[in-house]
């Protein structure tokens, strides 16, 4: 089966040797985004929440070039330097995704890109 690079310039560029996102088939995996912003490639300043709201907005961005929405997401990675940010960035996501809500996965790391506080990854199944 073929692979499909999904690429948009509303989401952050790759940090290094990875895809924003691979389709096969109707299904598109979305690589880790932290809260960088698309425009400066700089990491949001704020707590926790600015930058998981930042995360999904990432996310949403690649979803679109991908045909799909957050909506779409059929699981969820979360990465944390601080599972003290559990609650908050559970929160930002109970804004951004709709019920059923996709399947997720929340671990704690001692460090992440660029001194960011949250990455989250994601796969998505788009209506074949």
């Known amino acids: 089966m073929s692979r499909t690079?999904?690429?948009?310039?509303n989401a952050p560029k790759a940090i290094g040797?990875?895809?924003q996102a691979v389709r096969v088939g109707n299904t598109v995996y979305l690589s880790g985004?932290?809260?960088?912003?698309?425009a400066t490639g700089e990491l949001v300043g704020g707590?926790?929440?600015a930058q998981t709201r930042r995360v999904f907005a990432n996310l949403a961005a690649v979803c679109a070039?991908?045909?799909?929405?957050?909506?779409d997401l059929a699981r969820v990675g979360i990465y944390l330097v601080d599972l003290g940010d559990f609650a908050a960035v559970n929160a930002v996501?109970?804004?951004s995704c709709t019920q059923p809500y996709p399947a997720r996965s929340t671990i704690e790391v001692s460090a992440l890109?660029?001194?960011?506080r949250v990455e989250i990854d994601?796969?998505?199944v788009l209506a074949g």
């Open 17 to 19: 040797p990875y895809s």
């Open 122 to 124: 994601a796969v998505m």
């Open 113 to 116: 890109p660029r001194g960011a």
């Open 5 to 9: 690079i999904i690429h948009t310039d």
């Open 65 to 71: 070039a991908a045909g799909g929405s957050l909506a």
């Open 93 to 95: 996501m109970a804004e």
């Open 33 to 38: 985004q932290i809260p960088l912003d698309p």
């Open 47 to 49: 707590d926790i929440t």
